[in-house]
């Protein structure tokens, strides 16, 4: 079976830098989109960014130029770059596959099949 295993999360001060990663098992996702999005307590689940099976790379307006997403298909692993992080990042990040080519930006949670289970990142001011 399909499993996502987000790591990489933590307790970082305001301006600070943290790497998320997602590593996929139970099957090969190198030609379909990953993407990240968070949720923050008493908020909906948020599009952060995505990475489609061409490569083009989609993001919020709110981390535009901030993070990076990316990806390793040799691993099965996409990642997540957050630079110049602020207290407003703090949330549950959940890295999502898209088993399909439905979609083109994926910046819905129902343009994903697959989710992990999480990892906190905390910014403090």
């Known amino acids: 079976q399909v499993q996502l295993v987000e790591s990489g999360g933590g307790l970082v001060q305001a301006g600070g830098s943290l790497r998320l990663s997602c590593a996929a098992s139970?099957?090969?996702?190198?030609?379909?989109?990953m993407g990240w999005f968070r949720q923050a307590p008493g908020k909906e689940r948020e599009f952060v960014a995505t990475?489609?099976?061409?490569?083009?790379?989609y993001y919020a307006d709110s981390v535009k130029g901030r993070f990076t997403i990316s990806r390793d298909n040799a691993k099965n692993t996409v990642y997540l770059q957050m630079n110049s992080l602020k207290p407003e990042d703090t949330a549950v990040y959940y890295c999502?596959?898209?088993?399909?080519?439905?979609?083109?930006?994926?910046?819905?949670?129902?343009?994903?099949?697959?989710w992990g289970q999480g990892t906190q990142v905390t910014v403090s001011s």
């Open positions: 990475i489609t099976w061409s490569d083009n790379t």
């Open positions: 139970g099957r090969t996702f190198s030609s379909y989109a």
């Open positions: 999502g596959v898209a088993d399909h080519h439905r979609s083109i930006y994926y910046r819905d949670t129902d343009d994903y099949d697959y």
